[in-house]
């Protein structure tokens, strides 16, 4: 028998094969995306109701709908499930915050807006329990170094920086100046939480703020 191939069939065909398996992968990869988000979506409530340490492994999978084993098939710790929630409210966090100083070109007031956006979003329950009270329990040392420099801590000293370049910054230098800003900030955001008066607070900061700056010439 004469085993024969047209080629531009043969070339439809493998085609065909490559096209479906692509399609296979895409619908695998979408479903393992839709899995991880379920589970940081359950997790997120649930460590802003009850926080870290009273928030079960089994009562996550079973609000997100999937099973113990597709928890460690993403996450291989409950401590790295809380770092995918840490890190989902911080960048919505410093999204909110660049947002609310984007409508000035004035360094300053971009400082004083972000931290007043800061300020509402950071009192919020789930704000205050996973980024501010958790965190600092649940993280290493180092590894909150590394995530304050990409979100708040590099937010912070970014706003500075643009501010110094104006010539608008009274004291530094702004790496000493940065932790120190964003630490006000978390601690007023903490008072506001825990029953504070809102405007007395805000008042604080946006003198905290004037003190550090200059008006502009």
């Given at each position: ?6 080629l531009p ?84 966090l410093c ?93 007023a955001a ?28």
């Open positions: 028998m004469r085993l024969t191939c047209r069939a043969c070339i439809s065909r493998e085609a065909r094969i490559v096209k479906g398996d692509s399609s296979h992968s895409r619908t695998q990869a979408e479903r393992r995306e839709q899995t991880r988000a379920a589970l940081i979506a359950a997790a997120r409530a649930l460590f802003a109701e009850r926080g870290f340490a009273a928030a079960g492994r089994e009562e996550i999978v079973e609000r997100a709908g999937v099973t113990r084993g597709a928890l460690y098939h993403h996450f291989a710790s409950k401590e790295e499930l809380f770092r995918a929630v840490y890190e989902e409210v911080e960048t919505e999204d909110a915050t660049i947002a609310a100083g984007g409508g000035t070109r004035d360094p300053v007031e971009q400082l004083r807006l972000g931290a007043l956006s800061f300020l509402d979003a950071a009192a919020t329950p789930e704000v205050r329990r996973i980024v501010l009270l958790d965190a600092p329990a649940v993280f290493a040392p180092g590894v909150r170094r590394a995530l304050a420099e990409q979100y708040g801590l590099g937010l912070v000293r970014g706003a500075l920086e643009a501010a110094e370049q104006a010539g608008r910054l009274r004291i530094g230098p702004v790496d000493a100046l940065a932790p120190v800003v964003l630490a006000a900030l978390h601690e903490t008072s506001i939480a825990d029953g504070a008066d809102p405007a007395g607070v805000r008042s604080v900061i946006e003198g905290m703020i004037a003190s550090i700056t200059t008006e502009a010439a």
